[in-house]
């Protein structure tokens, strides 16, 4: 192999000559192989050894020497022949290759010079771009330190600019604030005015700067002159709201809401100005609307007129009413004491514009006073509304509000107070009670909490009123003189049907509200009425016209009562009931009273059974005839005692029906009793036949 590898530097030979003579070469340095019997193979063990052949019996060559039969060192010696002539055939293949080996080994080096080369090319190129990369790195630490001086240049500018702006007195603001009108502008101007006062008072390093030397005493002159020359002005407006006839609202939302800036200008640089502002507008405010709600007043007075006084009470004989007191009064009035009627309208227009006094004096209109009532609380509640909006628009303050209504409410308290003492009218009271209510709802819709308390004061006085009043009806009955009251006359009463008018009007303002304690004291008037209306009923000589009268005026307080009148009404239904069924009885007694014997005494009985004295034909035979006799004339004059006995016609047919009903029942229990008498089939021929009767009810029964 040396050989060959020096033949390859330095020398050429002939090929064919060459390649036949290294064959032969090689052969001979090679020889033979052989392999020599181990003389040590007798002593090897075989323990293990089929273990090792199940292991191989998988194997293919294993599986094929097996097969054979071939000896291990033959087929050895064969792989090692087939080995060594495989070695053989690659030398011959390198050595075939061995100039293109020389040839190769020649372009490695010449690569290897170009590397080298290129090696230093690129390291010189690596050390200028490190070079240049520590150029750009110092570039780059320049650019960022001028650009961290730029910003600080500029924001130095900026502040600079802005503290200069801020505390400099241009001359044309000057000009504005000291000889300028109070206009638009203007306001403009105080506001960057109020800009810079604020600025050298607030920021700490303004005030130590040298540059506020010199500007502040010409700011503080500016402030005085803006101070003196806006309270001027807004001193002057408010004058303007003392004029007669003058629409405060308007002045306030077109004048003073306009220039409301010149206020948060004093408040904030004139303290004690705005504070001299503030009090002259409550001022003027407080005597304004006082003189105006006094004036109101004084218009509706002569609207107002009088329902009720201290002796229109439910208990009170209609004799002792002055009829010269009541002279200038038109009689119609005089049942709105106890009937709601027409005022119950009132509660549908409460959010109706208020009264103009003059517009209904002049066409001579009289108005209860519920509604003179509403009137003057609806125009509160707008004037306050507006008042309340504006004093928190203007000043930013809602306390002044009551400072500026605690004239008003006055002159409202010191009129309500002069009424109420003399008011007798329950309903009134109880209808501005509802008023009242719906007003407390308005304002809270509204979101206006100004009116809370004087509200909820008014309420507070108007129930103890209510209750006063209610009493003294109540007390009325209970006291009443039976003699005097009393009249010769089954109709019904007037006190009864004063009673039925006035609780009618209380359920009905009360059906929304529910108000137990008016409930629990409409019971004891209805206790106190049942005891007079039997007292006034037992006064008549006769059971049956006590009976009359009572189903009369339970009729009439049962056709009064409101559909929603719940216990009360109930309680007098059942009254009424029961007192039908009396008078029904009394009636039939008057014309039938033998036949109502017999057929409660002995219709019942049986003939046929062992008694003392059986029923007979001769006994019955009386009744029979007597009825048959005159039955119809007997209806007849029942009818007649019907119509004249009740003033409700309808009532009145529904008691004659039901007299005939229970006529006609005692009837048939007569004809019942004489079909089960020995002989009575002889009566037959006097006997009314039961359709006749039916046919007479439904004739009068036609009737309504």
């Known amino acids: 192999m040396a050989h060959v590898a020096t033949n390859k530097e330095g020398h050429s030979y002939d090929e064919n000559n060459d390649a036949q003579k290294m064959v032969f070469d090689l052969g001979a340095f090679v020889g033979d192989l052989t392999v020599e019997d181990d003389a040590s193979s007798d002593d090897i063990s075989l323990e293990g050894l089929q273990q090792e052949l199940e292991e191989c019996k998988n194997d293919d060559v294993v599986a094929n020497i097996l097969s054979k039969g071939t000896k291990l060192r033959e087929y050895t010696k064969g792989v090692e022949n087939n080995i060594r002539q495989v070695e053989l055939d690659s030398i011959q293949d390198y050595i075939k290759e061995s100039d293109n080996l020389v040839s190769l080994h020649d372009q ?73 009108e ?3 502008e203007y306001m403009r101007t105080l506001e960057i005015l109020s800009k810079k006062l604020k600025f050298v008072e607030v920021d700490l390093m303004v005030k130590t700067s040298k540059a506020l030397k010199d500007v502040q005493p010409e700011l503080e002159k500016l402030r005085q002159k803006a101070v003196s020359k806006v309270f001027d002005f807004v001193v002057q407006k408010l004058y303007a ?115 103009i006094p003059h517009i209904a004096e002049a066409s001579s209109m009289k108005y209860p006073y519920e509604v003179l009532f509403r009137s003057l609380h609806k125009l509160l509640m707008d004037t306050a509304t507006s008042e309340y909006h504006f004093c928190d628009d203007f000043f930013g303050e809602e306390s002044i509000f009551y400072d500026i209504f605690a004239g008003p409410f006055s002159v409202i308290d010191e009129h309500f107070n002069s009424i109420l003492p003399n008011c007798y009218d329950a309903i009134g009271v109880m209808l501005m009670i509802r008023i009242i209510h719906q007003h407390q709802l308005i304002m809270s819709r509204r979101r206006i909490p100004c009116l809370d308390s004087y509200l909820d004061k008014v309420n507070i006085a108007l129930w103890p009123r209510f209750k006063m009043v209610f009493d003294l009806h109540l007390n009325s009955l209970r006291t009443a003189n039976v003699k005097t ?29 529910g108000d137990g304690q008016l409930e629990l004291n409409l019971e004891r008037l209805r206790m106190a009425i049942d005891d007079l209306l039997i007292k006034l009923a037992k006064s008549f000589p006769r059971p049956k016209l006590q009976t009359v009268f009572l189903i009369n005026n339970y009729d009439m307080t049962i056709a009064e009562a409101d559909p929603e009148g719940g216990k009360i009404q109930m309680h007098f239904e059942e009254l009424l009931k029961s007192n039908t069924a009396l008078f029904v009885e009394e009636l039939l007694l008057e014309h039938f009273s033998d036949l109502i014997k017999f057929v409660k005494t002995r219709a019942s009985e049986d003939p046929s059974a062992s008694s003392e004295k059986p029923i ?59 079909k089960r008498i020995v002989g009575g089939s002889a009566l037959n021929k006097d006997l009314v036949s039961i359709s006749s009767i039916m046919y007479e009810i439904r004739k009068y029964s036609r009737t309504f």
């Open 241 to 355: 709201l003392r004029k007669p006839k003058t629409n405060i609202q308007i002045l306030q939302q077109n004048v003073l809401l306009k220039y409301k800036y010149v206020v948060s200008f004093l408040k904030e640089h004139g303290k004690e100005v705005y504070i001299e502002v503030r009090g002259a507008y409550i001022d003027t405010m407080n005597k304004v609307l006082s003189a105006h709600f006094r004036a109101y007043i004084q218009a509706l007075e002569k609207l107002q007129l009088d329902i009720a006084t201290s002796s229109d009470l439910i208990g009170v004989e209609t004799r002792n009413t002055s009829l010269f007191s009541r002279g200038r009064e038109p009689l119609k009035n005089r049942s709105a004491v106890f009937a709601l009627g027409e005022r119950r309208k009132i509660l549908k227009e409460i959010e109706e514009p208020a009264l």
């Open 182 to 184: 109070v206009n638009d």
């Open 616 to 674: 007979t034909v001769a006994e019955v035979e009386p009744l029979v005839k007597d009825f048959g006799s005159r039955w119809k004339a007997a209806i007849e004059l029942m009818h007649k005692d019907v119509i004249t006995s009740f003033s409700n016609f309808l009532c009145g047919m529904e008691i004659l029906r039901a007299a005939l009903t229970q006529l006609l029942l005692y009837y048939t229990r007569l004809s019942d009793s004489i």
């Open 485 to 513: 009251l009393w009249e010769d006359d089954v109709h019904p009463h007037y006190v009864m049907r004063r009673y039925a008018e006035f609780t009618a009007s209380l359920i009905h303002l009360n059906v929304e509200y």
């Open 108 to 180: 490695i080096r010449d690569c290897d010079s170009i590397l080298s080369q290129m090696e230093t090319l690129l390291s010189g190129f690596q050390a200028e771009i490190g070079s240049i990369s520590s150029d750009i790195k110092i570039l780059q630490e320049k650019s960022m330190d001028m650009g961290l001086k730029l910003k600080n240049r500029k924001m130095t500018e900026s502040k600079l600019a802005k503290f200069v702006e801020d505390i400099i007195v241009p001359p044309k603001m000057v000009d504005i604030i000291v000889d300028g």
